[in-house]
Nanobody, 122 residues
């Protein structure tokens, strides 16, 4: 069992930056693939980025590649999402998830945080 808590969301202007954090409870954090997803009003939850157990393997959606960076600190049981050059279309609730398989499919993530709102204003 893993409990996840996201923080770091907020209101930012176009072109600005935010860093999201996701703190996990439990002693097995390092055994999970961690993913960031987002969901805008009226849309399905979509994959943003994921990171492997050791942190050496990362994947990004095409829409955020080159702007967002996912990282993890297994000693702190925390995964991060650094978001730069934010655009209005990045506005969404951002969720972190934990999975024991490497995938971009949200239905393969059994553990989720409560989400944190990111709003990018022009």
């Amino acid at each position: 069992q893993v409990q996840l808590v996201e923080t770091g969301g907020g209101l930012v202007q176009t072109g600005g930056s935010l860093r999201l954090s996701c703190a996990a409870s439990g002693r097995t954090f390092s055994s999970y693939v961690m993913g960031w997803f987002r969901q805008a009003p009226g849309k399905e939850r979509e994959f943003v980025a994921r990171i492997g157990w050791s942190g050496s393997i990362t994947y990004y959606s095409d829409s955020v590649k080159g702007r967002f960076t996912i990282s993890r600190d297994n000693a702190k049981n925390t995964v991060y999402l650094q978001m730069n050059s934010l655009k209005s279309e990045d506005t969404a609730v951002y969720y972190c998830g934990a999975s024991q398989t490497g995938t971009a499919r949200p239905d393969r993530y059994p553990y989720w945080g409560q989400g944190t709102q990111v709003t990018v204003s022009s």
